[in-house]
């Protein structure tokens, strides 16, 4: 495979396969291999009307010694059954979920970006309502399905401080909705508000708690840390997407010797974090170099010297290290396949 690797955008590039399976008659029937980019389904399916609709996404990496690897996926699948519980879907088990997931990603082996290029195969699990229903009820019929693409970092500036503001006139998730679960909606929710963002120089929105408005909930599609001394902080709230990224750093902390407090974070304690980032999949982590709150005037700067922190700078080389295999992965992060 011929791609320019090194100028890859995070977005969809076509591959060879994908890999689906359909839930019918109560029970998932076998892997199939499709080489089409398209979906026929009916124009009733529940995932068009009422967001019967599950994504996740985990990445695959060539790593040094030229084997791939595939990071956490269990806990990918974990959260698409959480997902699935929480819009009354049919469950994806670790098995189906691990079985489609690596038959995506050996079908396109070709696709995955050779080691030393900062890229990785993006693996976009999904599941939808497919069964057709007009009333207000989960289907009785579901796609799941999974597909990859190669990208490149999520920012094209990669590893480099943006700028984030805080948004107060709209809200992601509310207090007992869906925020916890990965849900197409949750997204919906997101587009006008992280337009505007985008729209005004940002590079994202951060999120307050619905109710109060007083603490931080996520940073668009991301999680939020902040770094104070030696604790890492991260806000607790029932509307917040587990991260799988935020779960990884966390114990990447304990292991630099970190404190680590997952609580409520006041908005007014942002100016007390000597470091702040978002984390996620897609770009790992994304340090934050000034935070503007429109409303209240507030406006904070940390990256003194344009450069991320140094300790976001040590978790974020030490995570893409095991990812690529460079350092040994004494959790037991990854599968390793030899294809
Ligand atoms: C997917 C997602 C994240 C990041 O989760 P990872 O498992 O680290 O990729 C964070 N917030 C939201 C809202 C998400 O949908």
């Not at 693996?123 to 990859?148: C, D, H, S, W």
């Not at 007992?176 to 997204?187: D, E, F, Q, W």
């Not at 917040?240 to 609580?263: C, F, H, Q, W, Y």
Request: contains cysteine; glycine residues 10%; negative net charge.
């Amino acid at each position: 495979m011929n791609l320019d690797w090194k100028n890859l955008p995070f977005g969809y590039q076509k591959t060879r396969y994908n890999v689906r399976c359909y839930y019918r008659d109560g029970k998932w029937g076998e892997l199939e291999i499709s080489s089409s980019e398209t979906i026929n389904i009916h124009m009733a399916a529940t995932c068009l009307h009422y967001g019967q609709e599950a994504f996740e996404g985990l990445k695959a990496y060539r790593g040094k010694d030229g084997k791939v690897r595939l990071f956490r996926w269990k806990e990918n699948a974990a959260r698409m059954q959480n997902s699935s519980k929480g819009v009354l879907m049919a469950v994806v088990d670790d098995d189906l979920f691990y079985r489609t997931v690596v038959k995506a990603v050996e079908l396109n082996k070709d696709f995955i970006p050779p080691y030393g290029e900062g890229a990785s195969l993006y693996v976009r699990p999904m599941l939808i309502g497919t069964g057709a229903q007009v009333g207000v009820k989960p289907a009785n019929e579901y796609l799941f399905m999974v597909f990859v693409s190669p990208v490149g970092p999520y920012f094209k500036e990669g590893f480099k401080p943006v700028d984030m503001m805080i948004c107060r006139d709209a809200d992601r998730a509310a207090p007992l909705g869906t925020g916890h679960i990965k849900v197409g909606g949750n997204y919906a929710a997101s587009l006008a508000s992280l337009k505007d963002a985008h729209d005004n120089g940002y590079a994202s929105a951060i999120y307050l708690d619905a109710r109060e408005k007083k603490y931080i909930d996520e940073c668009g599609p991301a999680n939020f840390f902040g770094i104070k001394g030696n604790t890492y902080v991260t806000p607790d709230s029932h509307s917040i997407l587990p991260s799988v990224t935020n779960k990884s750093l966390i114990e990447l902390a304990k292991d630099l010797g970190m404190n680590v407090e997952r609580r409520p974070v006041p908005v007014e304690e942002l100016k007390e974090f000597d470091e702040v980032g978002a984390c996620g999949t897609a770009a790992v982590i994304t340090p934050i170099k000034s935070i503007d709150d429109h409303t209240t005037g507030l406006k904070l700067h940390y990256c003194k010297d344009g450069n991320p922190g140094p300790i976001s700078t040590k978790l974020y080389e030490r995570l893409l290290a095991i990812q690529y295999g460079e350092e040994p992965d004494t959790h037991g992060w990854v599968d390793v396949f030899d294809f």
